[in-house]
């Protein structure tokens, strides 16, 4: 325990660090870019710097999650430690100029990054764990949930498995990272409060509904995004794949008349829980969001997924018996559950965020969403430990990417 209690504590406190300057960054790129809209005819400019930098710099980091994803499943080398500047520096662009993107995926690089060099003098099973424990420490302290970040860095990897050698690293890093982030005096946005719902038969089967189009939802997201990126990929010369999306992103945005959909769109998630807002709002911001990160784009996926997820639950609430504040909860952690494929470290999240009232309501949305998106997923690293339907057991030890390949390329 003590071993652990320094290996895990300096991995929080350097993932901590590097989230709240990355946190206090971004916020400045996102005022500036508020009060300079025409910064949107740029990002066709950011796109071709950030694909230049990873083009020149970073053809091994290239693939972010998916490279800490498959060093845990198969540890080959230590992760070099130019990640950091690289995904720090194209999500700070990818936001400057008004591309669709997140921030969860840039923090958990760079936790996990930061917690590879620590790995050089241990065993191969041990740095396995300090890998794990980085993604904790990325997540927890990016988004002020450090019980929700801890269970992200065990249950995100493999499906339906857990390493639970991993739960003191995972949990001690993720305490440590956010505690560190809040001392930098780096704040959290702030959600309101959920009143205590008694569930009823009309509840359960609301919740059961919202919960499948939740996962419907996510699984349309990862099946679009990893579409776009399959069509991007056919532009040989990788820079130019972020610069053909820039100038898509922001024709769209252009077109619509709003920068509603740009960047992490926090406001809009504050305003789901508030009034129901028109089902556009989650749809564009999925296809947009899609179309930026399957460009080569970087940032991350789970903020723009919550918005995807509180708008579509605010929208719901014209036609459904729920409080608007609860399906934009539901919504809010149902959609990252499906997406991520992780239902307890969204529900932990849930009520981190929310508080306890609504647990129940929050656990089945996240736990449906999880089944109705079905083996696919934002990271086509993860592999299947338990598959979710025993018709399904054939997808068993797979990654999920080989799931969207055709039979005869399957490995």
């Known amino acids: 325990?003590?071993?652990?209690?320094?290996?895990?504590?300096?991995?929080?406190?350097?993932?901590?660090?590097?989230?709240?300057?990355?946190?206090?960054s971004l916020e400045w790129v996102t005022r500036w870019r508020e009060t300079h809209p025409w910064a949107l005819a740029l990002l066709p400019v950011g796109g071709l710097l950030v694909g230049l930098a990873y083009h020149r710099f970073g053809n091994r980091v290239v693939k972010g999650n998916n490279l800490i994803l498959d060093e845990i499943h198969a540890p080959s080398e230590v992760i070099p430690l130019r990640l950091v500047?690289?995904?720090?520096?194209?999500?700070?662009?990818?936001?400057?100029?008004?591309?669709?993107?997140g921030r969860e995926g840039t923090a958990v690089q760079m936790g996990g990054a930061l917690a590879d060099q620590l790995s050089r003098w241990l065993p191969r099973r041990e740095r396995q764990l300090l890998l794990i424990a980085g993604m904790s420490?990325?997540?927890?302290?990016?988004?002020g949930t450090p019980l929700a970040g801890a269970v992200f860095g065990l249950e995100v990897f493999l499906l339906g498995s857990m390493r639970y050698e991993a739960i003191l690293p995972s949990f001690l890093a993720a305490m440590v990272a956010d505690a560190v982030t809040r001392a930098w005096g780096v704040g959290h946005?702030?959600?309101?409060?959920?009143?205590?719902?008694?569930?009823?038969?009309?509840?359960?089967g609301c919740t059961l509904l919202v919960g499948a189009l939740f996962g419907l939802t996510a699984r349309s997201f990862a099946t679009l995004t990893h579409w776009i990126s399959k069509q991007f990929a056919r532009i040989a010369y990788a820079p130019l794949r972020p610069v053909v999306g820039g100038v898509l992103v922001a024709g769209i945005m252009w077109a619509l008349g709003t920068m509603r959909y740009a960047g992490l769109g926090v406001p809009v998630i504050v305003e789901a829980f508030q009034h129901p807002l028109p089902?556009?709002?989650?749809?564009?911001?999925l296809a947009?969001?899609?179309?930026?990160?399957?460009?080569?784009?970087?940032?991350?996926?789970?903020?723009?997924?919550?918005?995807?997820?509180?708008a579509l639950g605010s929208a719901l609430a014209v036609v459904l018996p729920l409080p608007v504040?609860?399906?934009?909860?539901?919504?809010?952690?149902?959609?990252?559950?499906?997406?991520?494929?992780?239902?307890?470290?969204?529900?932990?999240?849930?009520?981190?965020?929310?508080?306890?009232?609504?647990?129940?309501?929050?656990?089945?949305?996240?736990v449906v969403a999880y089944l109705f998106s079905g083996h696919s997923g934002?990271?086509?690293?993860?592999?299947?430990?338990?598959?979710k339907h025993p018709l399904l057991g054939r997808h068993r030890g797979r990654r999920l990417g080989a799931l969207h390949q055709p039979a005869d390329r399957r490995p």
Not at 85 to 101: C, E, R
Not at 137 to 143: D, H, I, L, P, R
Not at 378 to 387: D, L, M, N
Request: charged share 5%; glycine share 16%.
């Open 137 to 143: 420490a990325g997540f927890a302290s990016v988004f």
């Open 85 to 101: 500047p690289l995904v720090l520096g194209g999500t700070l662009l990818t936001h400057l100029f008004g591309g669709s993107a």
């Open 378 to 387: 934002i990271y086509s690293s993860q592999q299947v430990g338990q598959p």
């Open 1 to 24: 325990m003590g071993r652990w209690l320094l290996l895990s504590s300096l991995v929080g406190a350097l993932a901590g660090t590097a989230s709240a300057g990355f946190l206090v």
């Open 288 to 310: 947009l969001t899609a179309l930026t990160l399957g460009a080569g784009f970087k940032g991350g996926e789970v903020t723009p997924l919550f918005f995807i997820g509180a």
């Open 279 to 285: 089902p556009q709002d989650f749809a564009w911001k």
């Open 189 to 204: 946005t702030a959600y309101p409060a959920l009143a205590a719902l008694p569930l009823t038969a009309p509840g359960l």
């Open 325 to 366: 504040a609860l399906l934009a909860a539901m919504g809010f952690v149902g959609v990252f559950a499906g997406a991520a494929n992780t239902p307890l470290a969204c529900l932990f999240m849930g009520l981190e965020l929310f508080g306890t009232h609504a647990g129940i309501y929050l656990g089945l949305s996240c």
